[in-house]
């Protein structure tokens, strides 16, 4: 049994790393750093609540420390749990800098620890059906892969951190991450970034738009989120020589995830037939329509991984160069978008 302690119980403790480690055999959730108020102990009762980092820290128990603070604070967070001998698992961003990121890594080389990023909408059941298909090859060559995660939040909360540039706020780190890594797994590293990146609501604060293109030979990929969409574009348009594919609506996991402490068993991560995707293909000159069977989406497939990466039974889920990949096109993104140019990708200087 792997010992747990998390970090932080905001949105990201709350209701992504607690319910899934609390879901996962031969893990166990032992302890919660909430700075105030009782929310953790009144969710797991009988868990051990810290009032900060270092007093979990203490704790020689526990084998796994997951990092979900703001993502300004994760370098530090992460680089002390590192320090104190833990292995480490961290909330996307892993830092807000590749140079943060490698940094990271060469701490846990030198300490034979475990780091990895949580990567989580790689088990999306959209984007596990996407992986499916385009091997298949009904959508003939590829041409145009898009991909959009769209919301409607006029308002922006006050004096949240994710509203804050110095904290690490703004779309771009936040869904750019996993929008980004869902690209670098899909079709590998681009040549080329165009973006652009902009505020587009009232008032001072983060970035909440983005646009990405990213060039590779024969297709080109679009990426895209803001926060004035209603109704929001589709999650993904795949267009190519003999058809196109289309899925609306996001993963309902987030949704579920909020209103449980544990993950219960049945029809975790399925989405009703209203909500499949489609199939647009060319058969003898006509375009027939049919829908797409998902594959259900499950995030605790990533911490099952964690889990067997711990006991030596295999790779992690995510490995920390995935983040740093991500990082560094989403630096290039955010330098096309204020040199207003294309910027070639050269990925030489990744870190072993």
Request: hydrophobic content about 40%.
């Amino acid at each position: 049994m792997i010992r747990v302690g998390v970090v932080g119980f905001g949105l990201g403790g709350r209701v992504f790393h607690a319910p899934l480690v609390a879901s996962v055999d031969g893990l166990e959730l032992v302890a919660i750093v909430e700075r105030s108020g009782d929310k953790a102990a009144g969710r797991y009762p009988g868990i051990a609540v810290h009032r900060s980092l270092a007093e979990l820290l203490e704790d020689q128990s526990i084998g796994l420390v997951v990092v979900t603070t703001p993502s300004g604070t994760h370098f530090e967070v992460a680089k002390a749990a590192l320090e104190a001998g833990k292995n480490v698992v961290v909330d996307k961003p892993m830092a807000t800098s590749s140079a943060q990121i490698a940094e990271l890594m060469r701490q846990a080389a030198d300490r034979n620890l475990l780091l990895a990023p949580f990567h989580n909408r790689r088990w999306d059941g959209d984007f596990r059906t996407v992986q499916r298909l385009l091997p298949e090859g009904q959508l003939g060559r590829l041409v145009d892969f898009e991909s959009y995660f769209d919301r409607w939040r006029p308002i922006p909360k006050t004096g949240a951190w994710k509203e804050d540039p110095a904290r690490g706020g703004g779309l771009l780190l936040d869904i750019g991450t996993h929008l980004a890594d869902q690209a670098l797994v899909l079709f590998g590293k681009p040549q080329a970034a165009g973006a652009e990146v902009v505020r587009e609501r009232d008032g001072d604060g983060a970035n909440d738009s983005f646009n990405i293109r990213l060039r590779y030979s024969g297709f080109s990929v679009a990426l895209s989120s803001n926060c004035l969409s209603s109704p929001g574009r589709p999650r993904y348009l795949l267009r190519g020589t003999k058809g196109n594919y289309v899925k609306w609506g996001l993963d309902p996991q987030e949704a579920a995830l909020n209103q449980v402490v544990r993950i219960p068993d049945g029809t975790w991560g399925q989405e009703p037939p209203s909500n499949w995707g489609s199939l647009h293909v060319d058969v003898d000159g006509g375009m027939v329509t049919r829908p797409v069977t998902p594959i259900p989406g499950d995030y605790r497939i990533y911490y099952a991984g964690i889990r067997d990466a711990l006991l030596g039974k295999g790779p992690l889920p995510v490995s920390p160069l995935d983040a740093w990949r991500t990082a560094r096109l989403l630096e290039w993104a955010d330098q096309s978008a204020k040199e207003r140019r294309d910027i070639d990708c050269d990925w030489s200087g990744e870190p072993a």
